[in-house]
């Protein structure tokens, strides 16, 4: 039986992932305990704690709340710009041929052999994906914007 040489390449790199991984630890904890040897503590009493709201500027906690949001949605974003993307150009190649095109349906509806979107559709279709999300960051950042001055200013809640 002849042996697969990338099966093993990829076993090596796994183990070694693996040590990697499970010792990355190591340097983490001796420095907590060097830290506590040094102001002659117990290990137990070193404890974290919460981060309070006026260490972070309300900026910078905005720009971490849109990338998260922008982060996220993502995927989302990028499945239904791709399945926007597919009904799309289903649409476009029937109407410039006039007959419906089953080769280029989408999803499901067409067979499993037909043309493949090419690296600029890709392309097009990540941009897609990308320009979505950070849209859906954008509204999301608008309306908290919004609920802070409505909060803020009762008055103008109108």
């Not at 390449?9 to 990697?20: E, F, G, K, S």
Request: aromatic share 12%.
């Amino acid at each position: 039986m002849k042996r697969n040489h990338l099966g093993s390449t990829h076993r090596i790199a796994a183990v070694t992932l693996l040590v990697l991984s499970t010792t990355m630890a190591f340097p983490f904890g001796t420095a907590a305990r060097l830290y506590a040897q040094q102001l002659n503590l117990d290990e137990s009493e070193i404890v974290a704690e919460p981060y309070r709201p006026e260490e972070f500027p309300r900026p910078l906690l905005d720009a971490r709340r849109f990338t998260i949001i922008a982060g996220g949605a993502f995927p989302v974003t990028m499945f239904f710009g791709g399945l926007f993307y597919e009904f799309a150009r289903f649409g476009y190649y029937s109407a410039q041929s006039g007959e419906i095109r089953g080769d280029y349906a989408p999803l499901f509806f067409g067979p499993t052999t037909g043309p493949r979107f090419d690296q600029d559709e890709q392309r097009n279709v990540l941009m897609v994906g990308v320009s979505l999300s950070l849209l859906v960051a954008l509204l999301d950042f608008t309306l908290g914007r919004i609920e802070a001055h409505r909060t803020e200013n009762p008055s103008s809640a109108q």
